[in-house]
Antibody, heavy 124, light 111 residues
Framework: QVQLVESGGGVVQPGESLRLSCAAS????????IHWVRQAPGKGLEWVAV????????YYADSVKGRFTISRDNSKNMLFLQMNSLRAEDTAIYYC?????????????????WGQGTMVTVSS | QSVVTQPPSVSGAPGQRVTISCTGS?????????VHWYQQVPGTAPKLLIY???NRPSGVPDRFSGSKSGTSASLAITGLQAEDEADYYC???????????FGGGTKLTVL
């Protein structure tokens, strides 16, 4: 079964850190770029970050640049998002999503498979 | 506020046709970047509905179609069904932001 399963969400205080995980199965994880996309409560989708198949290229939204780090372990079919210096505005459901393209991630690629999401709440 | 705009809501009766617009600018849709559409039923994850402007993934009914012209794109749904009630998001790439951008989303209500 082709799927992505996120975990690691929870409630943290402003300024704290959290590490999200995304477990992939049912497809050749190592040849696809993977994205993180978030959705604040009652709001729309916001792209957060992407990592290429080989971890050599990583790109971030300005809103998280310098605070969040995306990484992957192809030997374990796992994607991660290390979130530091968390703020109230980072409160959201975080989805991992597979890039439709193979190997390189190009701007025109769509996100063709999504996980169910994990909730992150930043509150004092 | 997103650089790609959608109407907050649209509605239609069963069997009718509705369209959802997605308006961008010269740094995203107008620059030639593809537009993709996602359907999100409340409480669930988004699902790819249309990719590369006008292509349907396997399993998506042909009642859904996409188009793009200039700095805008549209999603059309014909033969509206109750199960189509969901939020719809367009997505493209913005060269000024160097990242993917989503529209604000449109809530479709089937009357």
């Amino acid at each position: 079964q082709v799927q992505l399963v996120e975990s690691g969400g929870g409630v943290v205080q402003p300024g704290e850190s959290l590490r999200l995980s995304c477990a992939a199965s049912g497809f050749t994880f190592s040849i696809f770029g993977i994205h993180w996309v978030r959705q604040a409560p009652g709001k729309g989708l916001e792209w957060v970050a992407v990592i290429w198949y080989d971890e050599n290229h990583k790109y971030y939204a300005d809103s998280v640049k310098g605070r969040f780090t995306i990484s992957r372990d192809n030997s374990k079919n796992m994607l991660f998002l290390q979130m530091n210096s968390l703020r109230a505005e980072d409160t959201a459901i975080y989805y991992c999503a597979k890039d439709r393209g193979v190997y390189q991630v190009v701007p025109n690629d769509s996100l063709d498979m999504w996980g169910q999401g994990t909730m992150v709440t930043v509150s004092s | 506020q997103s650089v790609v705009t959608q109407p907050p809501s649209v509605s239609g009766a069963p069997g009718q046709r509705v369209t959802i617009s997605c308006t961008g600018s010269s740094s995203n849709i107008g620059a030639g970047y593809h537009v993709h559409w996602y359907q999100q039923v409340p409480g669930t994850a988004p699902k790819l509905l249309i990719y590369d402007n006008d292509n349907r993934p396997s399993g998506v009914p042909d009642r859904f179609s996409g188009s793009k012209s200039g700095t805008s794109a549209s999603l059309a749904i014909t033969g509206l069904q109750a199960e189509d009630e969901a939020d719809y998001y367009c997505q493209s790439y913005d060269s000024s932001l160097s990242g993917r951008v989503f529209g604000g989303g449109t809530k479709l209500t089937v009357l």
